[in-house]
């Protein structure tokens, strides 16, 4: 037996399950993450949470030029735009800090 969905079917579920999988914390939205990846190909990775200071880590990010380190709350679902439960720390060297 085949079943077709159309269009809207399809993009309603894909909307739905978004928002679900939005709504849950950091920790369980990673946990899910590393299911979804468990037969990843080499160099796909989810990193650990850690605590403490960020300073030896934003150093380390700034000497292989990235951007810099974004902060998250575990405990928080995932909130579009600007929020008070991540932290940007930046690369004041990077050019992106010109734009």
Same mark, same amino acid.
């Given at each position: 037996?085949?079943?077709?969905?159309? +269009? @809207?079917? +399809?993009?309603? *579920? =894909? +909307? @739905?399950? @978004?928002?679900?999988? /939005?709504? !849950?914390? !950091?920790?369980?939205?990673?946990?899910? !993450?590393?299911?979804?990846? /468990?037969? =990843?190909?080499?160099?796909?990775?989810?990193?650990?949470?850690?605590?403490?200071?960020?300073?030896?880590?934003? $150093?380390? /990010?700034? =000497?292989?030029?990235?951007?810099?380190?974004? +902060?998250?709350? =575990?405990?928080?679902?995932?909130?579009?735009?600007?929020?008070?439960? *991540?932290?940007?720390?930046?690369? $004041?060297?990077?050019?992106?800090?010109?734009?």
């Amino acid at each position: 037996m085949t079943m077709k969905y159309s +269009s @809207t079917h +399809s993009t309603s *579920w =894909r +909307s @739905t399950a @978004t928002t679900y999988v /939005a709504c !849950l914390p !950091l920790s369980m939205r990673k946990t899910n !993450l590393v299911r979804l990846l /468990a037969r =990843r190909p080499d160099g796909f990775f989810v990193t650990e949470f850690e605590q403490g200071d960020v300073g030896p880590d934003l $150093r380390v /990010a700034c =000497r292989m030029g990235l951007e810099g380190l974004v +902060s998250k709350r =575990r405990d928080r679902p995932y909130e579009a735009g600007r929020s008070k439960h *991540w932290i940007k720390l930046k690369n $004041r060297t990077h050019p992106a800090m010109e734009r």
